[in-house]
């Protein structure tokens, strides 16, 4: 049957396990996520132990015996200072496999397990059905997690505070480096860099804790393991609000818990777990590198994968960036060839806005030529008439006479009409050198306009005096000078 994808979401966040094995266990419960999170624990994370019935029940049972006597025949060891015989340092299987190792007992352990069977199988059965039905119907109620950081750096603190300080520089020197942010981000780290996870739950209550930090964790057995993998060590103790939450995730059922996740497909997987005191350091260590063998291939492939990714996204910046930044300089070229285009452009309609106003300032002249032709100016031949000659730009001359209290303009309206002379003109004398103010306004404004466009001084305007006010009489050579010239 078809599982709805929240279902999964969910039971990979309670299991912390993988999505194919959330599918299989949803499948196999019909999609109830209480039933198949129950058989989950229930079957350590093997579905095919739900199929083995009670000859897989006498398994476990018997493995649990043996686990009971290995602990109290390593307690009774150390009460008598350590005469007997050094504990089995045989690999226990992960308690998530379940896989009960070969039997070792005789027939006294048989009977003994037989008897106990209908006890362990029923104080079992009856335990779940009334954690399941109290779950289904209170829920657990955590505590709100505020400041997941600061718990977490409260319980180092008091971890430091009860088992590294005063303690031995071996000790310190083995001590435990925990990661001081939250689970999840713990989690994110751990899966962002290929680490390999310890999850360490504490409960101060426990009167196997001490040991276990002492024995276990601060041995050096622990310490060189977690170096050699570069393990991420995250602590919490399950009385604060982020382990008690952690602990609903993990839900261990004995302390202290020591749980080994490992990064896969990019999520991170539970692959073992110790829940109380029962192994010693050394079949923990083995436990844990037995389980490590098998993800350390895994995890040198990922890396390596990761690296090539990471080398691939680095060439497309790369790339990109030189792309964009070679796309910027075509942008650059062809925005500055469009400026100087469209400066040119605008230079081009200047000068052809300049030249068809000139143009018009010269039509204006020209008509100003044909008024006063038409009018044809009489000359003044009196006895003290004064005459003028009048020189153009190119060597012609021409020669008129005016009368002393004749205007210098009328020397403007004579030179103008004569067919050599420039446009836009000023007359001075040729020694000494004066400019003969003879132009009319309309004739000064216009020449001021065109000396403007051109860039030239423009000339001030003076109202024309008479011929005698400026002191000329008789004959007197004067020059016609181009403005545009």
């Given at each position: 049957m ?14 912390a396990?993988d ?25 350590g ?25 290995e ?33 070792e ?7 003994y397990?037989?008897?106990t069977?209908?006890?362990q ?42 088992y ?6 071996d000790?310190v ?15 994110q780290?751990?899966?962002r ?17 001490h040991?276990f930090?002492?024995?276990v964790l601060h041995?050096?057995?622990?310490s060189a393991?977690?170096?050699?993998e ?41 692959s ?5 005191y ?12 037995f ?5 350390r ?8 994968q ?6 691939n ?9 030189e792309?964009e ?7 650059a ?17 200047r ?56 205007s ?26 004066k400019e ?13 306009e ?7 001084e423009?000339v ?7 011929f ?7 004959s ?10």
């Open positions: 078809a599982v709805n994808e929240e279902s999964i979401n969910s039971f990979m966040e309670f299991c396990t999505n194919h094995k959330a599918q299989q266990f949803l499948q196999h419960c019909d999609g109830n996520l209480e039933q198949a999170v129950q058989l989950y624990f229930q079957t994370g093997n579905l095919e132990n739900s199929y083995e019935g009670e000859n897989n029940l006498m398994n476990e049972l018997r493995l649990q015996q043996e686990l009971e006597m602990v109290r025949q390593r307690r009774t060891a150390e009460n008598a200072n350590h005469a007997a015989a050094a504990p089995n340092n045989r690999p226990i299987a992960p308690r998530r496999a379940r896989t009960a190792p070969p039997a007992d005789g027939w006294l352990q048989w009977i397990t037989i008897v069977l209908p006890v199988f029923t104080y079992s059965t009856l335990y779940e059905l009334v954690s399941f039905f109290v779950n289904i119907l209170f829920g657990r109620r955590l505590p709100p997690v505020t400041d997941p950081r600061g718990d977490v750096n409260n319980f180092v603190t008091n971890y430091v505070q009860s590294v300080a005063g303690e031995g520089a000790r020197q083995n001590a435990v480096d925990f990661y001081l942010k939250s689970y999840s981000e713990a989690l780290e751990a899966n860099s290929l680490r390999p996870m310890f999850v360490y739950l504490q409960n101060t209550a426990n009167e196997e804790t040991r930090v002492t024995e041995s050096p057995q622990f393991l977690v170096v050699a570069n393990f991420l060590v995250f602590g919490i103790s399950v009385n604060l609000p982020e382990g008690a939450k952690v602990a609903s995730i993990l839900r261990p059922s004995r302390y202290p818990f020591l749980s080994l996740l490992l990064p896969q497909n990019s999520r991170m997987v539970e073992i777990r110790f829940e109380g029962q192994l010693s350091v050394q079949n923990i260590v083995s436990n844990i590198d389980a490590l063998n098998d993800y291939q895994e995890m040198e492939l990922a890396r390596v990761r690296a090539e990714r990471e080398a996204r680095r060439l497309r910046e790369e790339q990109e960036r792309y930044e070679s796309a910027a300089k075509d942008r070229r062809i925005k500055e060839r469009r400026r100087l285009e469209s400066e040119r452009q605008e230079a081009v309609e000068e052809l806005q300049k030249e068809k106003q000139t143009a018009a300032r010269r039509e204006q002249v020209l008509d100003y030529r044909k008024q006063m032709l038409a009018v044809s100016l009489p000359v003044y031949d009196g006895s003290d008439a004064i005459r003028m000659q009048v020189r153009f730009p190119d060597g012609s001359k021409f020669e008129s006479k005016f009368a002393p209290d004749d210098l303009e009328r020397l403007f309206d004579m030179t103008v009409m004569q067919e050599k002379c420039p446009p836009f003109f000023t007359i001075h004398t040729t020694y000494p050198r003969l103010h003879c132009a009319p306004q309309w004739y000064s404004e216009l020449r001021n065109q000396l403007t466009v051109d860039g030239s423009p001030p305007f003076v109202q024309p005096q008479i005698k006010e400026v002191g000329l009489e008789k007197v050579a004067v020059a016609v000078q181009d403005c545009l010239a």
